[in-house]
């Protein structure tokens, strides 16, 4: 903004929230929905005060930060955040008073990209991302940073083992793609040699990070490399080309009915809203399906059961007020549903 770069701001911005929504936010739910006390939640009380405090710094800076380019926005947010006069009569933000962990965020950062590149092999292998899988393999020389975030990882992805690895060479091999608007000038009738040495494979890289190909030697904008997964249908290089994530597509008849199960507690989910249920109302719960999906919903009958807050779940019973749903298949189910009384707790 110093160099009144207001499209550079916006886009910084714009970027942010991604990240906050799509990520710190969605990521935190949990957090934010644990129980004060620490009881009936997955997060302590202190865990949950965290989160909750973290988010109102992010958005009070957030507002001060934005209110030259959002004054409306802003200050609409910022006064129902702090109950002040204004976020334009606020003083502009210091951000050395802000703790700041680069280490943490560039693992974060990394984290971001392995799961980006799994859901990438999830969906051009329409895999829906409730179906749990087997396994991922993070491969990069820095995989050990990530151990920390294993279960964060595994819980996104939705797979049940992440496997860390160093060994790159064993899942991709570098590629070299020579830039030919750059070279071809330069090298003139030489250049078809190149190309050919470079799409054979018969290249080097010395140690100053230049590249000898075809008898000739290409400096920094001359070529790029890239990782080419020994596998592309399962794998993607990451952001970089210094890694790559290998995803086990594989599904067996247990997976497929535990990610059956889940599209069916995203179903239920679903009808509570519709039917303008609180989040906490405890319901009696009437399901009309296939009987494929109902043996799956049977087999993780607690699990269904603990996610939609259902106090009785009846399977094939017959529905008095039913709406019609849709798997992800396009086959039809039917949902029955009541509110239970406030005062009984889950059988």
């Known amino acids: 903004m110093d160099a009144y770069d207001l499209s550079g701001a916006c886009w910084t911005v714009t970027a942010f929230l991604d990240a906050l929504n799509n990520w710190y936010i969605r990521r935190s739910r949990d957090r934010f929905w644990g129980s004060p006390s620490g009881e009936g939640g997955t997060t302590s009380a202190q865990d949950k005060a965290d989160a909750y405090d973290t988010l109102f710094t992010v958005l009070h ?20 955040l702090t109950a002040e006069r204004s976020v334009h009569l606020a003083d502009w933000p210091d951000a050395t008073a802000l703790p700041e962990e680069p280490e943490l965020v560039e693992v974060m950062d990394r984290v971001r990209d392995v799961c980006s590149a799994a859901s990438s092999v999830r969906k051009a292998s329409n895999l829906h991302t409730r179906l749990p899988l087997l396994g991922l393999t993070v491969a990069a020389a820095d995989a050990e940073r990530l151990r920390p975030f294993v279960d964060l990882i595994k819980d996104e992805v939705n797979v049940r083992h992440v496997e860390l690895s160093t060994d790159v060479g064993a899942l991709a091999q570098p590629r070299l793609r020579v830039n030919a608007p750059v070279v071809g000038p330069r090298l003139g009738p030489d250049m078809q040699t190149v190309m050919a040495a470079a799409r054979q494979g018969r290249w080097r890289r010395s140690q100053d990070g230049t590249v000898e190909v075809g008898g000739q030697t290409l400096g920094p904008g001359d070529f790029d490399l890239r990782l080419a997964p020994t596998d592309e249908a399962t794998t993607r290089a990451l952001p970089g080309d210094d890694g790559v994530v290998v995803l086990d597509v594989t599904v067996n008849p247990e997976q497929r009915a535990e990610g059956t199960a889940r599209d069916v507690v995203r179903i239920v989910q679903t009808a509570r809203r519709d039917q303008g249920l609180h989040v906490a109302d405890r319901i009696h719960l009437v399901l009309d399906l296939p009987d494929d999906v109902a043996g799956a919903v049977e087999a993780h009958r607690p699990y269904v059961m603990e996610q939609t807050l259902a106090l009785e779940l009846v399977l094939g019973g017959p529905i008095a007020e039913a709406r019609r749903y849709e798997l992800p298949d396009g086959r039809a189910l039917h949902v029955g549903l009541s509110r239970a009384e406030r005062d009984q707790s889950p059988g």
């Open 61 to 80: 800076t957030l507002c001060m930060v934005s209110a030259p380019l959002l004054p409306f926005v802003t200050e609409t947010i910022y006064r129902g």
